[in-house]
């Protein structure tokens, strides 16, 4: 008989197990609502065969009026169905009939999300009060002048002068161990690393300082200092002090997450003293329902990482994703079978968005996650979220239909729930006849007894379709083109099919990226909108097999019933893996293991119930990227395990480089009972299958009902599910009803039925596309909006998977950790097609460098050849921006090109890290090439990349090659890779669609940008009430940016620049490809909806740049700063011109530090250099604030975690802080600059390369100017008063700093908008 859940009359708990504790409840609290499932014995019968009963019941998360906690509720009807007797809401609970409770919830979640937590202090050393809020310098998206960052979770932060630092760093190349010297009074942490105590706390200070915060109603605190995570001292006693002073909730980050990185650390902590109390108040308002038996009965809650952990043990940051981590497990242990191996993707879809995960017998957990702005080092289930679900909103804005990422929500809901609510995917579904109103519960309108209504979305859909068939229609007319209505039903689909690409993006991340095939697994899908998109998403993956189960409605709750409890121990290392070192690195491993036997023990766990899981977190020695690694079940070894790893995920191992153990990591499991995997593929191997040929005549058919498909509509059998028996086989188009969700088996699919699945099969002699694009001439000549945005989608995914493909098997920090890098997909003429969003400044100008090389090569370009330039005549940037350029063919032609940009360490010329602050010459910045093939044939010309980069630089006086010609060989391998990913998913979508369709589409998406800009520039005409925008400013040196825009009625326009000074004897020149990138960022910035950037943002723009001048130079001109900060003031010029926005700092603040190599004593001492750029003050706007310690405009790089910082290189970071008051006043307020203040250890060169020292940033429309940067160096003096000689270094220097010299820097802050 089937597995079936019920939750009406049937069999009782037997009378001999009243009061025996013999019911099993799992809860799922979710946002909406609160899903809850009993399980309990009874007699068994035709009905019930196993024994057991299964009881679901689905309720409002909140709804006082009728219950004041929904599990609490949802467990007292489980109880009075079981028992048959009535548990009025006015007495306790009777706790004598439950097993254990187990509930996966998102209190946590939505308290972060609404920043709704608990009130709570933060505690950091001083110096970096304000990191958090800085974090990692990055806006989150590159197009929105309102740059938007999430609010800091704490109330108020106490500063703490303490400060310990490491001893040695891991870039010296004198030191076979950053441990080999160390003082006497060094401390030995616990991760190995020995410290230094600059200087110890005040306790006296920090118990008033503290006393304060308690005094002002404060009882949570968060405590986290610089290297906590291996020097715990300073860590504790604060807490002790709070202890004492009353403080009802104290996190420890050395505790909490032992990792480290004081940014993710930091935000752990606060994450968990915000949370934490909230879940407690929870637990304790849930528990004050039942009777005492509470007191002794198991309550177990799911973490974020699949286990499940005791009620007293439950933590705020492990909760964040504990509802998702549920149907992880849910899905996992019903759909994978370890015979078998074939991996699972979840798929979770709900209301408001999509979870998509991976299981592959072992559960997959990240480390570093983001979530609601924050950034928390916690186990987790890797799981990805996309704002695509059934209450996603429909839009069609500048040609292009968009589903979401806003959310009808639950109230007023999509449009079909008699609310007056907007158009969303499920009224898509509702209008083409996928969901069944009749069969939806009715519990709509003023009563609560209505069904869905259909007559709102039809009037809507009716409303929205005449909009695109009127915008289309002009479009083609003005294209000669015959235009041609589309019906509601298409526009519908036509929005299931962009919503079903959005969800396949996170998917194809979650597997291609990480070097899986996406073809090779099963979809397992559930939640309460995903069976009506299944078969749809699987098919435009590839995907042949999906598994919906019969409680995917529930599945979360299920799961919790087949999860484990879990206890983790974690420890920090620094050692390298070796021989020498994995005996006591073992030896620790025990240690955490016996120490989670302890925990599972005490929670009543037998050594026969605990099972482990032992990882080290390794990493190669100069990089950041970490692989958790499992303890070898073959006896090879941890570092033949991460090799294999690493070779899986990330392409390459590095030979003869050292491997590091971050951290030793125990999961212990205790296991009541081992989960049974994979019984649905043994029961569809022995099944005996029926084809229910004729619907009508089986006892589970409902009806017909007419349902839209591509080629029309089709009379659809609707079934219900649980009459349908095991071996019973559907034949798509079919609709299963389910309980509490709606299944549609598409055409070309079949559905099997098993006890505990529905498994759709896709049927082998039906085309891979239900919905196939490709429709001959028509296809490449029409314009077709559902087309343009699956294409839209399809385009920027190349694009993005470039960027995964490049970010992880590149080597260098500025591109693996930075992500200094951009890539792109260009058409056979070398038009800008899709980029991912990257790097602004790369954007504009890699257009210029495929079609400089196009032209260069002419017809010399073979298949298999790649091609790399850097310079500025050649459509570069600057030149350690060195593009890497594939062609793509087919047939012998060119038919696109894919290129990558990254910004390399070093590539020569004078300075260590190539960004030499006083360069006059070109070939001063490093090497450069107007374009040479690295790649000929196939074969890589690895001795012309050495021409290139080593040989030729070092000819010039006082140059050399590139110092680390290691580093930059891989990266530039690196870059070759993710062009190679590129032609491979370009080549893909032209077999699945034909390749004049694509080209097609690429003219098509390029026509669409187009319009939006002339849209744009037509009503800036129109409200600005003049045909010409004026704007100019000034560079430090005096050098005059003067932009006369002229705005013509068509909407196209021109970008004067006349009247730019001349060339100058500096690197602030800027080659016409950065002046392009700058127009082309702030057209698009301009427009404010969703639009692809592509070349066609630039067709209505004429743009004249006089020859000689500082933005149009010579060819030998130095052009190093013209990338870093002509770029920005170019940005605030045209954005001043338009109105758009205040000027912005102005600058990326380069700073640049090292030391050349060496020969000393008969030996070769390797060189090392270290770049970043700072974070400064944000403009405001007509609308908005600006935004403090953030990038703006043609820069979006991430900055150093400063542990990292200081494990690497011989510095004190001593402040990373806001610089109060330096956004300029108005009635919307500039953002604030930053301070940055390095203590240098070793003597070694510093450079700076900065803009806005001498002119302000400028205010807008009456708003004050920012404040300017300054930079200073402290220099060290001994004998002197005040321990320093201060200096102002100007804008642009180089110095030779000394053990024990400062330099600070601080940027400028954004200018105001409006009259204050």
């Known amino acids: 008989m089937a597995l079936q859940a019920d939750a009406g009359a049937g069999a009782l708990l037997p009378l001999a197990l009243n009061g025996k504790h013999a019911i099993r409840i799992c809860i799922d609290r979710g946002g909406t609502f609160s899903d809850c499932v009993g399980v309990f014995p009874v007699e068994p019968s035709n009905e019930f065969p196993s024994g ?139 991760s190995g690393e020995y410290v230094d105590v600059l200087s110890a706390p005040d306790w006296d200070v920090v118990r008033t300082d503290l006393q304060k915060v308690y005094d002002s109603g404060i009882r949570s605190v968060a405590i986290c200092l610089m290297h906590s995570y291996t020097f715990t001292a300073h860590e504790e006693t604060v807490g002790r002090i709070a202890h004492d002073i009353g403080f009802s909730h104290i996190t420890l980050s050395s505790e909490l997450v032992p990792m480290i990185k004081i940014v993710s650390r930091a935000h752990s902590a606060t994450a968990d003293a915000y949370l934490t109390p909230v879940i407690r108040r929870y637990v304790d308002g849930f528990s004050s329902g039942f009777d005492d038996g509470i007191l002794d009965m198991r309550v177990d809650f799911m973490q974020s990482d699949g286990g499940l952990a005791p009620v007293d043990r439950f933590s705020g940051l492990r909760a964040i994703l504990s509802g998702p981590a549920a149907g992880v ?46 950034t928390v080092q916690a186990p987790q289930l890797d799981i990805n979220t996309v704002a695509a679900g059934g209450g996603s909103r429909l839009f069609f804005r500048n040609g292009l239909m968009a589903v979401g990422p806003e959310s009808a929500g639950a109230h007023p809901g999509p449009a079909c729930y008699r609310k007056g609510g907007p158009l969303a995917v499920t ?55 015959v235009h041609s209505d589309k019906s509601i039903e298409q526009v519908a689909l036509g929005f299931l099919h962009v919503a079903n690409e959005a969800m396949c993006r996170p998917i194809r991340a979650l597997t291609e990226a990480k070097g899986h095939d996406v073809q090779r697994h099963a979809l397992a899908c559930f939640g309460g909108a995903g069976g009506q998109h299944a078969c749809a998403v699987a098919a435009n993956l590839g995907i042949r ?36 070192t994995v005996e006591a690195l073992l030896l620790r491993l025990t240690n955490l293991a016996d120490t989670c036997r302890e925990k599972l023990s005490k929670q009543g766990f037998s050594n026969s119930q605990i099972k482990f899981e032992r990882f080290f977190n390794m990493r190669y020695d100069g990089t950041d990227t970490a692989i958790m690694v499992p303890e070898p079940a073959d006896k090879s070894t941890f570092v033949s395990e991460f090799e294999a790893m690493h070779q899986q995920e990330f392409g390459f191992v590095h030979q003869g480089r050292d491997i590091i153990v971050d951290d030793l990591r125990v999961r212990a499991r205790g296991v ?24 009508e005549t089986h006892p589970a058919f409902v009806d017909y009902a007419p349902v839209y498909f591509q080629s029309g509509y089709h009379d659809t059998a609707i079934l219900k599910l649980d009459d349908l028996a095991s071996g019973d086989v559907i034949t798509g188009p079919s609709i299963v009803l389910n309980s509490n ?99 602004p400044v790369h954007l504009g100008s890699m257009s210029h460098a495929v079609k400089f090389q196009l032209e260069r090569f002419s017809n010399n370009l073979s298949e298999g050849d790649v091609v790399m330039a850097n310079h500025p005549q050649a459509g570069g940037s600057h030149l350690p921006d060195i593009t890497i350029i594939t062609p793509v063919f087919k047939d012998s032609r060119i038919i696109f090109f894919v290129a990558s940009r990254g910004h390399h360490a070093d590539i020569g010329g004078i300075l260590p890290g190539s960004m030499p602050p006083t360069s006059r010459e070109l070939y001063q910045e490093g090497a450069s090439t107007m374009g040479v093939k690295i790649v000929k044939q196939g074969e890589l010309q690895e001795d012309e990349i050495r021409r290139v980069l080593v040989q ?69 005409r129109k409200t600005s009430g003049a045909r010409q925008l004026k704007s100019h400013d000034f560079m430090d040196d005096g050098s005059k940016i003067n932009l006369c825009v002229e705005i013509d009625e068509d909407g196209s326009a021109l970008f004067d620049f006349s009247g730019t000074s001349p060339e100058v004897y500096s690197n602030t020149n800027a080659p016409p490809s950065v002046t392009y990138s700058a127009i082309i ?115 979006n790089t991430r900055i150093t975690d400063p542990e990292i910082f200081e494990r690497r290189y011989p510095v004190v970071l001593h402040q990373f802080s806001l610089r109060p008051s330096t956004g300029g006043d108005g009635a919307h307020k500039g953002g604030d600059g930053c301070i940055r203040e390095i203590e240098f250890l070793e003597a070694m060169s510093v450079s700076l390369l900065t803009e806005r020292r001498v002119f302000s940033p400028p205010g807008l429309e009456g708003g004050h100017n920012g404040a300017r940067g300054i930079n200073l160096w402290k220099r060290y003096i001994p004998q002197s008063k005040e321990g320093f000689r201060v200096l102002n270094l100007g804008g642009k220097n180089t110095v030779f700093v000394g053990p024990k010299d400062r330099i600070v820097v601080m940027t400028p802050g954004g200018g105001g908008y409006g009259n204050v």
């Open 52 to 190: 057991e009963r299964i009881v679901v019941v689905k309720l409002l998360s909140e709804d006082p009026e009728h219950y004041p906690d929904a599990p609490r509720e949802g467990i007292r009807r489980i109880l009075e169905i079981a028992t048959g007797k009535p548990h009025p809401r006015s007495q306790p609970l009777d706790t004598s009939n439950i097993k254990f409770i187990r509930m996966g919830t998102t209190v946590a979640t939505n308290a972060l999300l609404e920043r709704k937590g608990e009130a709570c202090a933060l505690v950091i050393t001083k110096g970096f009060h304000d990191l958090l809020k800085i974090g990692n310098q990055a806006r989150p998206r590159i197009f929105d002048l309102s740059i938007a960052k999430p609010d800091v979770l704490y109330k108020n932060v106490v500063q703490i002068d303490e400060r310990v630092t490491l001893v040695g760093y891991t870039m010296n190349p004198r030191a076979a161990s950053t441990n080999d010297k160390h003082a006497s009074t060094s401390v030995l942490g616990k």
């Open 329 to 374: 497990v849910g899905y996992a242990v019903t759909s994978y079978s370890i015979d078998e191996k074939v991996p699972v993707i979840g798929f979770d879809m709900g209301g408001t968005s999509t979870d998509v995960s991976r299981f592959d017998g072992r559960f997959e957990h990240v480390f570093e996650t983001t979530t609601a702005g924050v």
């Open 427 to 481: 009224d898509a579904n509702l209008l083409l006849g996928r969901l069944r109103a009749e069969h939806f519960p009715h519990i709509f309108g003023d009563h609560e007894d209505q069904p869905l209504d259909l007559q709102a979305p039809r009037d809507l859909f009716v409303n929205l379709a005449d909009r695109i068939n009127s915008e289309m229609q002009a479009e083609r007319i003005a294209l000669g083109q």
């Open 545 to 580: 097999r999906v598994f919906v189960h019969r409680l995917a409605s529930v599945l979360s709750a299920y799961g919790l019933g087949l999860a484990e409890v879990v206890h983790e121990e974690q420890a920090p290392s620094a050692d390298v893996c070796s021989e020498d």
């Open 672 to 695: 009541l009972a081992e989960a049974e995997y994979g019984h649905v593929y043994t029961e569809l191997r022995t099944m005996e299958k029926r084809s229910i040929d004729m619907p």
């Open 741 to 839: 969700s709606t299944i549609l088996v598409e055409p070309g699919w079949t559905a099997t039925v098993t006890s505990e699945q529905l498994v759709l099969d896709h049927l082998d002699n039906v085309s891979d596309r239900s919905s196939s694009i490709s429709e001959g001439k028509l296809a490449t000549e029409e314009v077709d909006p559902i087309r343009l945005s699956v294409f839209a989608h399809r385009f920027m995914s190349i694009a993005e998977q470039m960027g995964r493909t490049l970010e992880k098997t590149s080597v260098s920090t500025n591109i693996k950790e930075r992500l200094d890098f951009s890539c792109a997909l260009f058409d056979q003429l070398g038009n800008l097609v899709a980029n991912a969003p990257h790097i």
């Open 952 to 1020: 030729e630089p070092a000819r010039y006086p006082g140059c050399s090659g590139t110092r680390n010609y290691r580093d930059v060989l891989s990266d530039l391998k690196a870059q070759i890779a993710a062009n190679h990913r590129g032609i491979g998913l370009v080549h893909h979508l032209c077999g699945e669609y034909g390749l004049d369709v694509v080209q097609a589409y690429m003219s098509h998406i390029q026509r669409t940008a187009e319009a939006a800009v002339r849209s744009l520039l037509k009503e800036t």
């Open 1081 to 1195: 960022y702030c057209l698009r910035c301009m427009v404010r909806n969703e639009l692809p950037l592509n070349q066609g943002c630039l067709a209505p723009v004429r743009v004249v740049i006089p020859e000689g001048t500082f933005l149009h130079p010579s060819a030998t001109a130095a052009v190093v700063g013209g990338n870093v900060l002509t770029s920005q003031r170019l940005c605030d010029v045209v954005l001043s011109a338009f109105g758009a926005a205040a000027a912005s700092q102005g600058c990326m603040n380069n700073l640049t530090f090292g030391v050349p190599a060496t020969e000393q004593d008969g030996r070769h001492y390797e060189g090392w250099g270290y770049y970043e750029t700072i974070a400064g003050g944000h403009g405001a706007g007509p609308s908005w604030d600006g935004q403090s310690g953030v990038h703006t405009h043609m820069t």
